[in-house]
């Protein structure tokens, strides 16, 4: 029996996803578990694996299409099936809406009416191309969650609007065109308003003011990911207690340390991936600050899990190298270096993005002395580190040169207290300034 294939949920209340690349083609066989297609969602490429066994007979969506969560995106049938696929699809109701509670009379629809004269002619000659669909005053209206958002966000009527999707469902791209209902009220009181009489000529400098003014800034639509960013962040700010702790590291041995590896490791070893180790050597020696907020518990990890920020074109994200307490530091300089370069592709895992107790966010390589990070919930930790920079420093009571580089722990207090965060750091810092505990 052939089945419809449905955009996934990929995310929780998400309400569209890109259908990004089919890895299946029309024809082939495929067995449950098998990646069916690439998904875009927000923040990553997550693979849908198929449901169920046979072949994929028809594709519905085509590569780089957004559609809404439910809607059909292919068929796959059972080996030597030949289904209807059109009596499949027009036996589907319209996605997240109900059905119709009633169905109108044959003799609410009007007769067709004969043509005469010369559309007879034409009429008899042969068929003519299908009329476009037409809205018919009072019939109800579908349309996605996800329509009706937009058309209220932009202040669209749907009315007269024809759908395009499955059953005449009003779908995103018969959005485009449309004109805010005050948009179009002004342009047609502005086609029939005729001043009697001309204004007078505006003055130079009226007309440059008014120029420089409307030159002032640049709207730039929000992608879905930078949405995602604002809505978590919002989110954390808003309900997580955030308080933060600094210190100042002195890292010269650290850099002598790592200047000696890198003259003999095949890796260029960076100062990030010295201090990704030296938090999960820090958790390790603490126990307690790996742990994050749930509604029933807080949850402690034995293993660590860091979430390091990296940034891209499209926003920042956070993808999570697992159990780096156990990884050596060529290791976790490889981790990081190709989560980096797929996030900055686009082609992280879901699963990629998800778990960690702690974060780690650096942005000293762009000359930032100190600054705070907001964290990203559920992990109840996040370092920001600034650059390392010559400073004055106190030494056996002498006024000496050495490099610090100063950093900050922002904390979940739900699950850190605060003898607990400065617990924390103090582990860090110790292993930051005594670099061969890292490699140990």
């Known amino acids: 029996m052939a089945t419809i294939v449905r955009m996934p949920e990929v995310l929780a209340n998400s309400t569209e996803a890109a259908l990004q ?260 050597g820090a958790l390790a020696d603490v126990p307690a600050a790996n742990a994050i907020w749930t509604d029933t518990a807080t949850r402690r990890f034995t293993g660590v899990d860091l979430a390091v920020a990296v940034s891209t074109d499209g926003g920042l994200l956070t993808p999570v190298l697992r159990g780096v307490d156990a990884l050596s530091l060529t290791a976790v300089s490889a981790g990081i270096a190709d989560l980096a370069d797929r996030a900055r592709r686009g082609r992280l895992q879901q699963q990629e993005l998800e778990g960690g107790s702690f974060a780690v966010s650096n942005l000293g390589m762009f000359g930032v002395d100190q600054f705070s990070a907001i964290l990203n919930p559920p992990q109840s930790g996040i370092l920001a580190v600034g650059a390392a920079k010559p400073s004055a420093v106190v030494e056996d009571g002498q006024l000496v040169v050495g490099t610090l580089m100063t950093v900050t722990l922002s904390a979940d207090h739900r699950v850190v207290d605060g003898a607990v965060a400065a617990e924390w750091m103090a582990a860090f810092v110790r292993r930051i300034q005594n670099p061969l505990s890292i490699l140990i």
Request: proline share 9%; net charge negative; hydrophobic share 45%.
């Open 21 to 280: 690349t089919w890895l299946v083609k029309v024809g082939e066989t495929v067995s449950i578990g098998q990646p069916l297609a690439e998904i875009e969602t927000e923040k990553a490429m997550v693979e849908y694996n198929a449901e169920v066994e046979g072949v994929l007979v028809q594709v519905l969506v085509e590569e780089g299409t957004a559609v809404e969560v439910g809607a059909p995106i292919g068929v796959i049938a059972a080996v030597g099936e030949t289904p209807d696929v059109a009596a499949l699809l027009a036996g589907e109701a319209p996605v997240n809406e109900p059905e119709p509670s009633f169905v109108a009379p044959a003799s609410a629809v009007p007769e067709p009416v004969a043509p005469a004269g010369p559309a007879a002619t034409a009429a008899a000659a042969g068929p003519a191309a299908p009329a476009a669909p037409v809205a018919v005053p009072g019939a109800r209206q579908f349309a996605s969650p996800l329509v009706r958002r937009l058309a209220k966000e932009r202040s669209l009527d749907l009315t007269g609007v024809v759908g395009t999707g499955p059953n005449g469902r009003i779908v995103r791209r018969d959005l485009e065109g449309l004109v805010p209902a005050a948009e179009a009220a002004a342009e047609a009181t502005a086609e029939v308003a005729v001043p009697a009489v001309l204004p007078e000529a505006e003055p130079a400098s009226a007309k440059s003011a008014a120029a420089s003014v409307s030159s002032e800034f640049t709207d730039i639509p929000h992608t879905g990911m930078r949405r995602a960013i604002a809505r978590r962040l919002t989110e954390s700010k808003s309900t997580v207690p955030h308080f933060y702790v600094s210190a100042d590291c002195r890292v010269d041995r650290l850099l002598a340390l790592r200047a000696e590896v890198n003259a003999s490791s095949p890796r260029k070893i960076s100062v990030n991936d010295f201090v990704v180790k030296a938090v999960a």
